[in-house]
């Protein structure tokens, strides 16, 4: 099974639940000016059917959430973990002022889909009656039709692979499910999408970062925090870390290539001799390399790839080594 779906991810189109994400639709005329105010990237930059991925820090540079936001034409739509949405309403709400920006969650209203793989464009094309796919840039969006009703498909690299969200009302949701099966996308499970997520180096909130986490330690910083914009939540911090640190960080994430067929737990420790340095935050088992593989953080003396580490897994000792991200290229 593991097999089968990996593949489909790698060599078709994996067709993955998305039903429980978090949705926040943010209109009114200043809904992208005040985004950008909050949020770590260009959100003015945005024009209609583009978008981008962002995240939302506490003053301190802790992360509140990440997302992915897309500039609809008429509102912006956010897509976050489930467990961080209510949060992040709440704190955009109280920021609000004089300006002209109406919030609202449509988590329950809206369902969704992610297709992944080199097929994801013909296969969401042929679902939703709607061509051109392959040409939309990252975080690219357009409006189509399902059954008479209005859906948005949204580029996306979640996985590290090439993919596409699709949104619709809940009510839709098997039969699009239905329709995307039958042009030919096949159900993963999470053991693939693990494999296919980690080898690509990509973290997951709130797996591989969370509430503590700065975003440079988790590497996101060149995808999701612009270097140009004016002020937002945090700046002071990253700003601080990246002139007067110049970037370095006491921890930082890195990928593990584990030697043996044991696949690390979230959690455990890492070991360099008698010290311990690091944690691990997921893993999983690789079909391209034929080896487990994980993401952890690791104090930053011992992040030089080949560097050698052991995994602290239950009663074993599993050796690893330090590897250069991404494990496996896009498109591989």
């Known amino acids: 099974m593991l097999l089968d ?3 489909a991810l790698r060599e078709g189109a994996g067709l993955v639940d998305r039903s429980e994400r978090g949705r926040i639709v943010v209109a009114g005329a200043d809904r992208r000016k005040y985004l950008h105010a909050m949020l770590t990237n260009d959100i003015a930059a945005l024009g209609p059917g583009t978008g981008c991925y962002a995240a939302y820090l506490t003053p301190q540079g802790r992360m509140i959430a990440d997302m992915s936001v897309y500039e609809l034409g008429d509102a912006c739509l956010l897509d976050l973990h489930p467990s961080v949405k209510d949060t992040v309403i709440a704190r955009l709400d109280q920021f609000i002022f004089g300006e002209d920006v109406k919030l609202g969650d449509v988590t329950e209203a809206f369902t969704g889909f992610a297709v992944h793989g080199p097929r994801s464009a013909d296969v969401v094309g042929a679902a939703v009656g709607s061509g051109g796919l392959k040409d939309l840039g990252p975080f690219g969006n357009v409006r189509a039709a399902f059954s008479g009703d209005p859906v948005i498909v949204a ?20 039969s699009l499910h239905a329709a995307l099966v039958g042009a030919g996308a096949v159900d993963v499970g999470e053991d693939a999408i693990a494999a296919v997520r980690i080898e690509a180096g990509r973290p997951e909130f709130p797996i591989d970062m969370d509430q503590d986490t700065i975003p440079l330690e988790a590497g996101i910083e060149k995808e999701a925090i612009s270097f140009t914009k004016g002020c937002y939540p945090g700046q002071e911090v990253v700003i601080r870390i990246l002139h007067r640190g110049r970037g370095r960080v006491a921890k930082k994430l890195a990928g593990l290539l584990v030697r043996g067929e044991a696949v690390p737990a979230r959690g ?31 104090a930053r003396e011992f992040l030089e790839p080949g560097t050698a580490l052991t995994v602290l897994h239950g009663d074993q000792k599993l050796e690893a080594v330090v590897g250069a991200l991404p494990f496996v290229q896009p498109g591989a």
């Open 5 to 7: 779906a990996y593949r």
């Open 155 to 174: 580029a996306t690299r979640t996985l590290g692979v090439a993919g596409f969200e699709i949104y619709c009302d809940r009510r839709l949701g098997d």
């Open 268 to 298: 455990d420790r890492l070991a360099a001799g008698d010290a311990e340095v690091g944690h691990i935050t997921s893993a999983a088992y690789s079909p391209s390399l034929a080896s487990p593989l994980a993401l952890g953080y690791l």
